[in-house]
């Protein structure tokens, strides 16, 4: 033990169990401090740590209680008034939670977990500054960091110096320490900030991205983050980033007018055929069972009626549809309407109510004159005289005796996402997926999907969803995810980009950021060099559509959410999950999360969930929760070595989440006025 080390000690181990050691304080240490070299050391504060020497490790133990114990009984005076410890003992109950060793290097390193117990009557020493960054890995964290380029590889290295930890606060144990996040094993997965409403979760992103766009010397331009801002809180956080950092942007994004809301906003569309028939049943709602089939019918013939050169699959989609109304059992001018109203919508330059398609005319009487289709559905005292001429021309053969409109073998194609068609156009394209179905004989399907239609007919009428259905048909995935993502051209223009959502509902919500994740999960699956794009999704609120209740109306949006959980790391996908709801999230998504900054969380089912999928947790630790004071929290993952509360670095500007003063606004005068 060197000479500092001795004016370090602060007493003895007198019991050493399996999973913590007393350790008896040295004699004066009343106050339990001692005065170092460098500054006064307090070292009995619960969970603050201490050092053990033994051979040539140095075990790292917690501070779990502190307790006294007289010495001598004998000489006590029970009727005595005056608080006498002069005969007491202090003790420390301390938890063993690692180890720092010297390596090949010459360098002090710590490991989590012991493997080592010191002998009884082990001397015990306050702990120093540079073995918390030696514990918490910060000693090591502003090294040079080069990307892996062909120069760096070679020997040629032209990489700037990069930042590797972010401070993101003042410890509460030691104070004036700060408390650093590893950046690639924080942001470089996926991580988790939990806490009661108005614990401070939102100023917690926001002081730590804020932090980040200041640093000095080097900015993080390549990064990505996408907010899907539910409440309408971080326009204002980050209102001043480019102003502050002229190599940082932000983009604003809204689903309002634009002309009713902030100037620096744009308006947020979200082009309908971008959706896969997945997120077109959780639009729709549609049932699995039988109005699925029917949706993905109608999209697909959406889709192929405004081709111009697949008349062969549309006439015989017409020859079925048309030949199964002919053989119904409703009065010939309902069928009439039928026809006519399916052929104004849908019609081929062979199958339309302009075609010639026999030899008599049956309107005012005539005969022996070629007539059209539209001739032939003429009625005649109630009856279509005209209906054997339209059977002979869609059920006509050719030489081979192989019918010309009529295919047996025929199968409709199936609907691909980012193929153009008019929103308004599936109206119609619903009735005649329908009426094709019918023609198979499932003569009940109408009556199936009148749900579905009328949730279309909703959707199509709603204001608030004109972000989706008003789109023109100039529009790319290529671009406009280009666009989204902040790079124009070949250039990484944008940073953060706001997609403000407080005024969407939640189903609104939730399509738009089930789209979008999608879309840019595939993107970056498909990218020539995989994971050098590194995208961040911040999901604000994340309970209101990452729920864990499938049976929820948002339940089906997290099928994307855990697949990039599970394999967005692979190319560079990560999530942000905040929430005052951990039980409420998708278990899947939390269990995938390796970093977690837990606030306030007093609700004994959040509690459990949080003890359920962080078992490498002490209940120590989880004991604190519930008495975290706001702007405070807990951290542990990846990105540190051990759980640490700390005091989040103010957030300036603040986000939009302040509460609310009710003195303020109660005790005014009498008819004041108020602008709502």
């Known amino acids: 033990m060197t000479r500092e080390d001795k004016q370090r000690v602060i007493g003895k181990i007198v019991t050493i169990n399996s999973d913590r050691f007393t350790v008896e304080l040295l004699s004066g240490l009343d106050n339990f401090n001692v005065n170092g070299y460098d500054d006064i050391h307090y070292f009995a504060q619960l969970n603050s740590y201490v050092i053990v020497p033994y051979q040539n490790y140095h075990i790292v133990a917690e501070v779990s209680g502190v307790r006294e114990k007289d010495l001598n009984l004998a000489f006590s005076n029970p009727?005595?008034?005056?608080?006498?410890?002069?005969?007491?003992?202090?003790?420390?109950?301390?938890?063993?939670?690692?180890?720092?060793?010297?390596?090949?290097?010459?360098?002090?390193?710590?490991?989590?977990?012991?493997?080592?117990?010191?002998?009884?009557?082990?001397?015990?020493?306050?702990?120093?500054?540079?073995?918390l960054d030696v514990i918490f890995k910060t000693n090591k964290l502003n090294e040079i960091n080069c990307q892996k380029t062909k120069e760096c590889k070679q020997g040629n290295c032209k990489c700037d110096s990069k930042y590797s930890s972010l401070p993101i606060g003042k410890s509460i144990i030691f104070p004036d320490y700060e408390v650093k996040i590893d950046i690639d094993k924080f942001f470089?997965?996926?991580?988790?900030?939990?806490?009661?409403?108005?614990?401070?979760?939102?100023?917690?992103?926001?002081?730590?991205?804020?932090?980040?766009?200041?640093?000095?010397?080097?900015?993080?331009?390549?990064?990505?983050?996408?907010?899907?801002?539910?409440?309408?809180?971080?326009?204002?956080?980050?209102g001043k980033l480019n102003i502050e950092n002229t190599d940082v942007d932000v983009k604003n994004f809204t689903i309002d007018n634009v002309e009713q809301s902030n100037d620096s906003n744009e308006k947020f569309i979200l082009p309908h055929w971008f959706l896969n028939i997945d997120e077109w049943a959780l639009l729709l709602k549609a049932s699995e069972k039988s109005q699925l089939p029917i949706l993905r019918n109608a999209l697909a013939l959406a889709?192929?009626?405004?081709?111009?050169?697949?008349?062969?699959?549309?006439?015989?989609?017409?020859?079925?549809?048309?030949?199964?109304?002919?053989?119904?059992?409703?009065?010939?001018?309902?069928?009439?309407?039928?026809?006519?109203?399916?052929?104004?919508?849908?019609?081929?330059?062979?199958?339309?109510?302009?075609?010639?398609?026999?030899?008599?005319?049956?309107?005012?009487?005539?005969?022996?004159?070629?007539?059209?289709?539209?001739?032939?559905?003429?009625?005649?005292?109630?009856?279509m005289k005209g209906i054997k001429y339209l059977y002979d021309y869609l059920e006509?053969?050719?030489?081979?005796?192989?019918?010309?409109?009529?295919?047996?073998?025929?199968?409709?194609?199936?609907?691909?996402?980012?193929?153009?068609?008019?929103?308004?156009f599936l109206d119609d394209a619903l009735d005649l997926a329908i009426l094709y179905e019918e023609a198979h004989g499932n003569r009940q399907i109408r009556d199936y999907c009148s749900s579905l239609i009328t949730r279309f007919k909703s959707v199509k009428e709603r204001e608030d969803f004109n972000f989706l259905t008003k789109n023109k048909a100039d529009i790319d995935s290529f671009s406009y995810l280009n666009k989204f993502l902040g790079i124009n051209g070949e250039i990484k223009k944008s940073q953060v980009v706001v997609l403000d959502l407080n005024s969407a509902n939640d189903e609104t919500i939730e399509i738009i950021s089930c789209v979008l994740?999608?879309?840019?999960?595939?993107?970056?699956?498909?990218?020539?060099?995989?994971?050098?794009?590194?995208?961040?999704?911040?999901?604000?609120?994340?309970?209101?559509?990452?729920?864990?209740?499938?049976?929820?109306?948002?339940?089906?949006?997290?099928?994307?959410?855990?697949?990039?959980?599970?394999?967005?790391?692979?190319?560079?996908?990560?999530?942000?999950?905040?929430?005052?709801?951990?039980?409420?999230?998708?278990?899947?998504?939390?269990?995938?999360?390796?970093?977690?900054?837990?606030?306030?969380?007093?609700?004994?089912?959040?509690?459990?969930?949080i003890r359920q999928?962080?078992?490498?947790?002490?209940?120590?630790?989880?004991?604190?929760?519930?008495?975290?004071?706001?702007?405070?929290?807990?951290?542990?993952?990846?990105?540190?070595?051990?759980?640490?509360?700390?005091?989040?670095s103010d957030a300036n500007p603040k986000p939009q989440s302040h509460n609310n003063e009710i003195c303020n606004n109660w005790f005014r005068p009498k008819n004041h006025i108020i602008n709502l």
């Open 79 to 131: 009727t005595d008034q005056v608080l006498s410890k002069i005969q007491a003992g202090k003790f420390l109950d301390v938890l063993p939670i690692g180890t720092i060793k010297t390596n090949s290097k010459n360098e002090a390193d710590f490991e989590f977990g012991v493997s080592v117990y010191p002998s009884l009557y082990s001397d015990v020493l306050y702990i120093k500054e540079y073995e």
């Open 303 to 383: 889709v192929l009626f405004q081709k111009n050169d697949t008349d062969n699959i549309k006439n015989h989609i017409l020859a079925s549809c048309i030949t199964q109304i002919l053989r119904d059992e409703t009065s010939s001018p309902s069928k009439k309407d039928r026809i006519k109203s399916i052929l104004q919508k849908f019609n081929t330059s062979e199958i339309n109510l302009t075609i010639r398609c026999g030899a008599g005319d049956f309107n005012n009487g005539l005969r022996n004159v070629s007539c059209t289709i539209e001739n032939c559905l003429f009625i005649h005292f109630g009856e």
């Open 188 to 238: 470089g997965s996926h991580s988790a900030v939990l806490g009661n409403t108005g614990s401070g979760k939102s100023c917690t992103i926001s002081s730590m991205l804020q932090t980040l766009y200041k640093l000095k010397d080097y900015s993080a331009t390549g990064s990505t983050f996408i907010f899907f801002d539910v409440n309408g809180e971080y326009s204002q956080a980050f």
């Open 613 to 648: 999928i962080t078992p490498h947790i002490s209940e120590t630790v989880l004991k604190r929760l519930p008495s975290i004071p706001t702007q405070h929290a807990l951290i542990f993952g990846h990105s540190v070595n051990l759980p640490t509360t700390f005091k989040v």
């Open 396 to 424: 006509q053969k050719d030489k081979d005796g192989e019918y010309k409109f009529l295919d047996s073998d025929f199968s409709l194609p199936s609907y691909q996402a980012n193929q153009f068609f008019d929103f308004k």
């Open 517 to 609: 994740a999608r879309l840019i999960f595939e993107k970056l699956k498909i990218v020539p060099e995989r994971n050098i794009f590194p995208v961040n999704l911040v999901l604000e609120e994340a309970h209101r559509y990452l729920s864990t209740n499938a049976g929820k109306v948002f339940g089906d949006a997290n099928n994307i959410f855990e697949r990039i959980a599970k394999e967005g790391r692979k190319y560079g996908m990560f999530l942000l999950v905040s929430s005052q709801r951990p039980s409420e999230l998708s278990r899947t998504v939390l269990s995938q999360c390796s970093n977690f900054i837990v606030h306030r969380i007093q609700n004994p089912e959040d509690l459990s969930h």
